[in-house]
Nanobody, 119 residues
Framework: QVQLVESGGGLVQPGGSLRLSCAAS????????MGWYRQAPGKQRELVAT???????NYADSVKGRFTISSVNAKNTVYLQLDSLKPEDTAVYYC?????????????WGQGTQVTVSS
């Protein structure tokens, strides 16, 4: 069973920064892509950023220029650097990975980490 372990959330003032990390416990056949989604209270879960195994990156328009996604494939780890944070970035951030299994690719989610932007 693949597990995604997240860390790095917290409380930060507007304009501040945070760094989120997520590590997959195993990926015997590799990972197609990893990324981050977020869900604010009363809203649907939305994409923040994804990165594929060949380095292709996709950002939500709302975070372009402020957030940076990166990964270390050899460590099955993905990072999200959050800069110039705004109160509207407050949400639970979920790590996501599409893992290759013998039977085909399967999606996995982390438990979520809270990011609160408030003065």
């Amino acid at each position: 069973q693949v597990q995604l372990v997240e860390s790095g959330g917290g409380l930060v003032q507007p304009g501040g920064s945070l760094r989120l990390s997520c590590a997959a416990s195993e990926s015997r056949f590799g990972i197609n892509h990893m990324g981050w989604y977020r869900q604010a209270p009363g809203k649907q879960r939305e994409l923040v950023a994804t990165i594929s195994s060949d380095g292709r990156i996709n950002y939500a328009d709302s975070v372009k220029g402020r957030f940076t996604i990166s990964s270390v494939n050899a460590k099955n780890t993905v990072y999200l650097q959050l800069d110039s944070l705004k109160p509207e970035d407050t949400a639970v951030y979920y790590c996501y990975a599409e893992v290759r299994l013998l039977v085909g690719p399967r999606d996995y989610w982390g438990q979520g980490t809270q990011v609160t932007v408030s003065s």
